[in-house]
């Protein structure tokens, strides 16, 4: 597969197979990870997969969190988002709503639930920084995190990366030995895409580029 075509067929999975994934299908969708270009070549992204019994511990353990406390799903901005942008959140949900609804889910219960449980996905990888670097180098590992995704997509596998389980911090890195100088970005999801299964049967669009670009000519 092109890489023009993993973009254009990717998106988020969520629900998977039990199929397992070979030890070195995650190992070659890592290293092509690990490919992305980054600041003076620091390379400041680190990749923690759990998967099997370790990974079910974590589940219900953020499972466990999740019910005391309740972290919801937003996009995490101490100040209302502009209408256009808020906009595109609220078509994205009316799109996804009536598939979710037809698995028997709420929205709300769905999104949080599967955020924890990376969806029943059978690797999850966490994604850390060390806290050494500042909050621009954030950027590198959003690009590590992009080649991961086209990578995996490219292999046949499904992802789903999910920035919610960043609120479980405390409890990932009791479960996983995460030193405190390690700061938890985002999860991922990686398995073998479920078809068949509504929660999966959907798109959502991307603006049309007279929103994001400006030309100076």
Not at 174 to 192: A, H, P, R, V
């Amino acid at each position: 597969m092109d890489i023009i075509s993993a973009m254009q067929q990717r998106k988020s999975t969520r629900a998977y197979l039990a199929k397992e994934v070979s030890r070195r299908d995650i190992e070659d969708v890592l290293f092509c990870a690990a490919l992305a270009p980054s600041a003076i070549n620091l390379q400041p992204w680190e990749f923690i997969v759990t998967h099997g019994e370790e990974k079910e511990r974590l589940v219900r353990r953020l499972l466990k969190a999740r019910l005391e406390r309740q972290v919801k799903c937003g996009p995490g901005t101490s100040k209302p988002l502009p209408e256009r942008i808020s906009r595109r959140a609220k078509e994205a949900m009316a799109v996804m709503e009536p598939h979710i609804s037809a698995s028997g889910h709420t929205f709300d219960r769905f999104i949080e639930e599967g955020s924890c449980s990376f969806y029943g996905a059978p690797v999850a990888i966490i994604v850390v920084i060390d806290k050494i670097f500042p909050v621009i180098r954030y950027l590198d590992v959003g690009l590590a995190v992009s080649y991961l995704l086209l990578a995996a997509q490219a292999k046949g596998l499904a992802t789903c990366p999910t920035g919610l389980i960043a609120a479980y911090n405390d409890d990932i890195s009791q479960m996983l030995n995460i030193s405190e100088d390690k700061e938890i970005l985002i999860g991922i999801s990686l398995g073998y895409a479920d078809e068949n299964s509504p929660v999966n049967a959907f798109r959502t669009k991307r603006v049309d580029l007279k929103e994001i670009v400006t030309w100076f000519e």
